[in-house]
């Protein structure tokens, strides 16, 4: 027996089902614009977006249709966004020059529309010029489907984001430069007489002698962690005295969703007295980690859950190179509140060591930067030191000036030290702190029996999907030259290279080389790269940035599932700007046929390969 539904049950029905088979439309408008802020006290221009600093949080739920109308009311400037860790068609990427997109000019307007196909913690920023140091970043979060968490351990009574980033009262062109002028201009944290000759006393005048030689060479600083300093440190957008506060009930779970948004900062993030369990890096889900503390690069991301008993906690965010804290409080709500916000004390800062230049050999540099490491005119023999070389070197490198200081074996003229150290300026002898020292760059001073998260703690959630071996490997170097502030990859700046090309569906491995003596928080857009961390394929974690220590090698599987132009760069922002970055290509190649100069033909048109030009400032516009 068959049953026909009457026919206005059927329209409908009918009705019904189009409306579940469309996805909702989230749509959101922001207007860029540049308006006085006051964040220390000193009033300055900065870049607001709807009236904000920094720009306000986006949510979506994953499935949702994006759209995002960008109004630039720069006067003078063209503006860009860039929507940093998701996955979307190259034109909507937002990089000026990349996948025929073009920047948003002065009164001009850009739509942004994509598919949400992915769920976690993300952010947003420019992408031309200094603008994201300006203030053009917010946060991004996507829910899953109806807000439902994944797993049952992601289940939470409150969710918050905690968006680290750094604000300077000086404007990112004038950094910028600063640091062409002079690439130590911010180093404020120097070593002092008093560090030398607590090495002397440690190592002896000779051991001495010949690394600090070995540095005056190489034109670099032990303290080099940061290219700059003067920041003040933000937890979304508010000062350590301001004091962003997340407030929980008793028994309550609180996702903490933390964003490394810097422009130039990494951080070692610690709740003192209260464990937190990392379960998703880069907004990808990793199997739970209980950590005490984790340090976060540049354009990183971190989720982490917490389960507070005390009334209140404080979430202390400390920079590497120990100059401040971004700081924030956890506050049982039925609780009395602190009075003061009581600032940290500081942890040892490191020195970099020769470890950190590859176990303490030179021929990790680039040929390129050979210059820097001319040892030629050293001479150093057993048993016998050129004390008159000595005195020269010394005085020539402005840094440390020691011609003046008698110094002979077990015998140190005081006087004289107390008398150089008044005189040099460039001392800072302000802190007690400054003697407290540590060595090397990963040495975070964590406290004996705590634990900090490690790279190869990190496990993915889910299984990957694709375990092929790598047919071929690209490696990058990573490198440049403090003394005249330009950044390579390859030995090239990126105005300068040659795009990276990969064929579509092409399984490769990304062998990031760091020659030099600053981790490069490297960032890939529109894929996902498998962290080889020691774990199983299967386990490898997604990462869309990935931290390369100095002296370091770190590899990474890529499966090129996207089609387009990526850009691949370092994210410092001036290290970016000063030429890290490379475009990496991922094209279908028709091998049967060949344009008339012999080349593969690809499914994307070329881009204006001038890339780039130099600006005032020293730095690129991305166009």
């Known amino acids: 027996m068959s049953f026909k539904l009457p026919q206005h049950l059927v329209i409908v029905v009918g009705l019904l089902s189009s409306t579940f088979a469309f996805s ?70 937002g990089v000026p020059g990349f996948n025929q997109f073009k920047s948003i000019k002065p009164n001009g307007d850009f739509t942004y529309k994509f598919k949400v196909r992915q769920n976690g913690t993300y952010w947003y920023h420019a992408h031309s010029k200094g603008q994201e140091q300006d203030g053009l970043y917010g946060s ?47 180093q404020n944290k120097r070593e002092t007489l008093k560090d030398i000759l607590t090495q002397v006393k440690k190592d002896g005048l000779k051991s001495t002698w ?35 506060t997340g407030m929980f009930k008793p028994n309550e779970k609180v996702r903490l969703r933390i964003i490394n948004a810097s422009a130039m900062s990494f951080y070692d993030v610690r709740i003192p007295n209260l464990k937190m369990t990392v379960v998703s890096a880069d907004g990808q889900p990793v199997q739970p980690v209980n950590v005490d503390e984790f340090r976060i690069g540049t354009a990183e991301t971190y989720d982490v859950i917490v389960q507070p008993k005390q009334d209140h906690y404080q979430l202390q965010a400390e920079s590497i190179d120990r100059t401040g804290f971004a700081l924030a409080s956890l506050q049982n709500e039925q609780a009395k509140v602190p009075e003061k916000v009581q600032i940290p004390q500081t942890r040892p800062r490191a020195l970099l060591t020769m470890d950190d230049m590859g176990h303490g050999s030179m021929c990790g540099m680039q040929s390129n930067d050979a210059s820097a490491m001319d040892m030629s005119s050293m001479h150093m023999n057993d048993g016998d030191m050129d004390h008159s070389k000595m005195k020269h070197e010394m005085k020539s490198n402005q840094k440390m000036d020691m011609s003046s200081m008698q110094m002979k074996d077990g015998d140190m003229d005081h006087s004289k030290m107390k008398h150089e150290m008044k005189s040099d300026q460039k001392m800072d002898m302000s802190s007690d702190d400054q003697a407290k020292t540590v060595q090397g760059w990963a040495n975070a001073s964590t406290p004996k029996g705590d634990k900090a998260l490690q790279y190869s703690d990190l496990k993915s959630l889910t299984p990957q999907k694709d375990l092929r071996e790598a047919t071929r490997e690209l490696e990058i170097h990573l490198g440049g030259t403090m003394e005249r502030y330009i950044w390579t990859i390859n030995g090239k700046k990126f105005n300068e290279a040659k795009p990276l090309k990969v064929k579509y569906g092409e399984r490769i491995r990304l062998k990031f080389v760091n020659d030099s003596m600053m981790a490069h928080p490297m960032h890939l857009h529109g894929m996902f ?41 370092c994210h410092l922002l001036y290290h970016m700007s000063a030429g890290m970055m490379s475009k990496l290509i991922v094209a279908n190649v028709d091998e049967d046929s060949k344009t008339a ?8 048109k070329p881009v204006n390969l001038h890339q780039s030009t130099t600006t005032e400032g020293g730095q690129y516009e991305h166009h």
């Open 24 to 93: 909702a439309v989230k749509e959101y408008h922001l207007t860029v614009d540049e308006q006085p802020v006051n964040i220390t006290g000193k009033t300055v221009k900065r870049i607001t977006v709807n009236g904000q600093f920094p720009a306000p949080n986006l949510e979506f739920e994953e499935g949702d249709d994006a759209v995002i109308h960008v109004h630039n009311n720069l006067k003078k400037q063209d503006t860009s966004v860039h929507w940093h860790g998701l996955l979307l068609p190259g034109l909507m990427d």
């Open 140 to 186: 991004l979060v996507i829910y899953p489907k109806n807000r439902k968490p994944l797993v049952e351990h992601e289940k939470v009574d409150r969710d918050y984001v905690v968006m680290l980033s750094d604000f300077h009262e000086s404007s990112s062109a004038q950094i910028m430069a600063n640091l062409k002028k002079s690439s130590d201009f911010y």
């Open 210 to 244: 010949q690394d600090r030689s070995m540095w005056n060479q190489m034109r670099m600083l032990k303290t080099d962690l940061s290219d700059v300093t003067g920041y003040t440190f933000l937890v979304n957008g508010k000062t350590p005295e301001q004091n962003w």
């Open 529 to 569: 790269m498998q962290l080889e961390n020691g774990q199983a394929k299967s386990d490898l974690p997604n990462k869309h940035t990935i931290v390369v220590p100095p002296g370091k090698t770190i590899t990474a599987l890529l499966t090129a599932d996207e089609l387009g132009e990526w850009a691949i760069h």
């Open 597 to 604: 100069a012999n080349k593969p033909k690809t499914t994307i």
